[in-house]
């Protein structure tokens, strides 16, 4: 059972920045789409970046483009977001997700929530202007 621990949420001012983590156990495949997604409160959970493990290719929200980076150190099978310039609209619940599929990282389809398998419990990140 693959299982996602989350960690580096927090408060911060905008413009400030955090970096999110995830770790990863139980993995029974070499390669995965890894993703991160958030939801604020009264909204639904969107896609903040995805990277496919295999070759390391990356997508992004428009909206944190240019200010988050996601990467991946496969020695801890840990995965990162680092979030700069941060804006109050970035408050969130922040979730890490993996899915083994190739394709889930695939055009629009890795923005989409339906298409991991294995999600963490979330981490809070709380931007004030």
């Known amino acids: 059972q693959v299982h996602l621990v989350e960690s580096g949420g927090g408060s911060v001012q905008a413009g400030g920045s955090l970096r999110l983590s995830c770790a990863g156990s139980g993995y029974t495949r070499s390669t995965y789409c890894m993703g991160w997604f958030r939801q604020a409160p009264g909204k639904e959970r969107e896609g903040v970046a995805a990277i496919w493990t295999g070759s390391g290719s990356t997508n992004y929200a428009d909206s944190v483009s240019g200010r988050f980076t996601i990467s991946q150190d496969n020695g801890n099978n840990t995965m990162s977001l680092q979030m700069n310039t941060l804006k109050p609209e970035d408050t969130a619940m922040y979730y890490c997700?993996?899915?083994?599929?190739?394709?889930?990282?695939?055009?629009?389809?890795?923005?989409?929530?339906?298409?991991?398998?294995?999600w963490g419990q979330g981490t809070q990140v709380t931007v004030s202007s």
């Open positions: 997700a993996a899915d083994p599929r190739r394709l889930t990282c695939a055009d629009i389809r890795w923005s989409q929530d339906g298409n991991y398998l294995h």
